[in-house]
């Protein structure tokens, strides 16, 4: 390493390590040699080494991965293109979804498919053993005094291991301003309709998750869909423009990796876009199921901790990370507190007691902490597998997204490719995905499909998802024949 330049030593590391990246010498998912290694090697300090690797790991190039060292992010270095950027819609559109949403939810549901329709880890993965003990230790010990309608807003001790997390992305929370759901969907429900009546308008990401388009179907509600970024999520100056013209009630955004992009807004453009739905007096509903499966040094901070919650409703369960079949799921209503309330009275009256003392009792034992490093480096070699397995069986001209989080993929084939033809026959191979056009109001990306990798990894995934590109490459083919007839 040169003594001489102007360039400070990390900085020449970290440009050595991207050199190596870029030219195949270090592939996605390796581990760097050790700090202590490298400051031998090249005959620089500990220190030195480690703050190039940090660089590296801001930029997200690298992953630290803790008592174990320096990865090359799995997201690096991918041969396919980004997908596309979605196009701009300048009016909302009435959604009417939900015959899609039920037929696919039925197949992803199907264990005798390969799950790659599935956006939630498998038992496997969750490894929910621990908080299946604290529930059936607390129904023994104390069932009956359970037995009984909680307190509407959820247990205490829920809500307070609840705000205590809150604390570590940045944002006070009481555990009073914290009321307990079924799932982030019911959340969201009460979300929604507290802000907006029938026949108003909400903006969202496009691609968006259909369980939020299917909600917005069942209030009567329409979707904008903004133009979104596969990396960085809503492009702030096309709502600017659209916010002049359409009345929206509301904004609904993911917090961090999106479903089905998995797109991650910077900080400062989440600032940018708070400030301007300040301006214009529109409340922002935040979804965070995904927050906490990150593979980055710090956990994205949701918009919440941006703007203290003064025009934030914050949605968020524990169904991706830990227990989908527990249906715990919360919201911090901020200035709708009320609304919120009285509906959560009507929808639900209160959640079930057993599984939120179970909950309590595990988030206050740590295990939580452990259980997601775990799970966030068995997602992220999913990706990677994932990743790796698309590039290599899926028909020339495919993109595919690289999230820093979450474990789902959004695949683009070239221009014509008829994802749902691609369902139908997937199925008969017994394969399933979920196809392109359920993740908009409009129905478009039709030539795109959102592949989950929640799945351990087996033989028989790598094998579906191989028979799945031969599929989609052979509909490629015939697809030429067809215009060399025309
Ligand atoms: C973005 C997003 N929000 C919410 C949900 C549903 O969460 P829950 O099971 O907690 O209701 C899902 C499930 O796929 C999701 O992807």
Known sequence: MDADTTTHRYEQLADLIVRMIDNGTLAPGVRLPSVRAIGAQYGISISTVLQGYRLLEDRGILVARPQSGFYVAATQGGTLALPSTSRLRSKASTVSIS?????????????????????????????????????????????????????????????????????????????????????????????????????????????????????????????????????????????????????????????????????????????????????HAVPLIEDDVYGDIHFMRER??????????????????????????????????????????????????CSPVLPQVALADYLASGAYDAHMRRLRRLLEENLLRLTRTIEASFPAGTRVSRPAGGFALWVELPKGFDSRALFDEALEHGICFAPGDVFSASRRFRNCLRLS???????????????????????????RGTLAVK
């Open 300 to 349: 994205p901070r949701p918009f919440i901790a941006l703007d203290g919650g003064a025009n934030t409703i914050y949605c968020s369960s524990f169904s991706k990370s830990l227990a989908p079949g527990y249906r715990i799921g919360w919201i911090a209503p901020g200035a709708f507190a009320q609304q919120v309330m009285d509906r959560k009275l009507a929808f639900s009256l």
């Open 453 to 479: 990798a929640g799945s351990t990894w087996s033989e028989r995934i790598d094998k579906g998802v191989r028979r799945l590109g031969e599929l989609a490459r052979t509909q490629r083919t015939e697809d």
């Open 99 to 279: 015959g899609a949403v039920a037929a696919l939810l039925e197949h992803a549901s199907n264990s005798a498919l390969v799950p790659l329709g599935c956006a939630v880890p498998d038992a496997a993965l969750l490894r929910s053993h621990r908080l299946d003990l604290a529930l059936a230790r607390a129904a023994r010990q104390h069932g009956a005094h359970y037995n009984v309608y909680g307190a509407p807003r959820g247990e205490l001790r829920l809500r307070r291991e609840i705000a205590r997390r809150a604390m570590r992305i940045g944002h006070a929370l009481s555990p009073d301003d914290v009321v307990i759901t079924s799932g982030c969907t019911e959340a969201v429900t009460l979300a929604l309709s507290s802000v907006a009546k029938p026949g108003d308008t909400i903006a969202v990401e496009s691609p968006t998750y259909f369980g939020l388009l299917h909600t917005l179907e069942m209030l009567d509600l329409k979707a904008l869909e903004l133009p979104t970024d596969p990396t960085r999520g809503v492009h702030v100056d096309a709502l600017a423009r659209l916010l002049d013209t359409e009345p929206v009630a509301a904004c609904m955004l993911s917090s961090s990796f999106s479903n089905p992009l998995g797109s991650l807004m910077p900080e400062a453009q989440k600032r940018e876009l708070l400030a301007l739905l300040a301006r």
